[in-house]
């Protein structure tokens, strides 16, 4: 089945620094997503990507769905230590709404 | 606005036993897809339902069955729980279904099975 490829699988940063993770996948998607999960919730939607290049931001955080439509990247800037979770990067294919997620990039920020 | 809600939030089952998730969707979200998230497989789709009818579904076994009902509330359950059934399971919802739909999640429902 498809697969998304999320890397890193893991970051310990200092506060203040900036962060970037990416998603790479084996086919192509119409739409790449982000979200963030905390310890004991569900994952909560960060950026929604439509459209091949696009590029948006949401405060401190920019993703970028890529040209070949087969990937995305995030970007955090400037960490700050409520940043700490896990990344999760999705994306969606013609089929309706069944979305394919990445492993996860888990987040650490020391003060 | 209320979010997605589902009950129970902690669940603990036996071997063989068989249970059922429910998953209020935000109001106005006619859509509901499932999700099962362990550490070893990350978040794997289960099925997605629309207008009462399963509209996609992933690949796990027919143990794994799911409804959704008239006001678009969703029930999942699983029969004859396995060791391998334990997991957060996640309920998330989405006005329609496809692009510019995105799906909100709710908190989830941690079943262990002993």
């Known amino acids: 089945g498809q697969q998304l490829n999320q890397s890193p699988q893991s970051m310990f940063i200092q506060e203040g620094e900036d962060v970037s993770m990416n998603c790479t996948s084996s086919s192509i998607f119409n739409t790449w997503l982000w979200y963030k999960q905390d310890p004991g919730e569900g994952p909560v939607l960060l950026i929604a990507l439509y459209k091949a290049g696009e590029l948006t931001s949401n405060g401190r955080l920019t993703a970028q769905f890529g040209i070949t439509r087969k990937d995305s990247f995030l970007n955090i800037s400037a960490s700050i230590p409520s940043d700490v979770g896990i990344y999760f990067c999705a994306g969606r294919n013609n089929q309706g709404g069944k979305l394919i997620f990445g492993q996860g990039t888990e987040l650490s920020v020391k003060p | 606005k209320a979010g997605v809600t589902q009950t129970p939030r902690y669940l603990i089952k036996t071997r063989g036993q068989q249970v059922t998730l429910s998953c209020s969707p935000i109001s106005g979200h006619r859509s509901v897809s499932w999700y099962q998230q362990t550490p070893g497989q990350g978040l794997q789709f289960l099925f997605e339902?629309?207008?009462?009818?399963?509209?996609n579904k992933g690949n796990f076994p027919g143990r794994f069955s799911g409804r959704q009902f008239s006001n678009s509330r969703s029930e999942m359950n699983v029969s004859t729980l396995e060791l391998g059934d334990s997991a957060l399971y996640l309920c998330?919802?989405?006005?329609?279904?496809?692009?510019?739909?995105?799906?909100?999640f709710g908190p989830g429902t941690r079943l262990t099975v002993l």
């Open positions: 998330a919802s989405s006005r329609r279904q496809g692009r510019y739909n995105e799906q909100f």
């Open positions: 339902y629309f207008s009462e009818t399963q509209r």
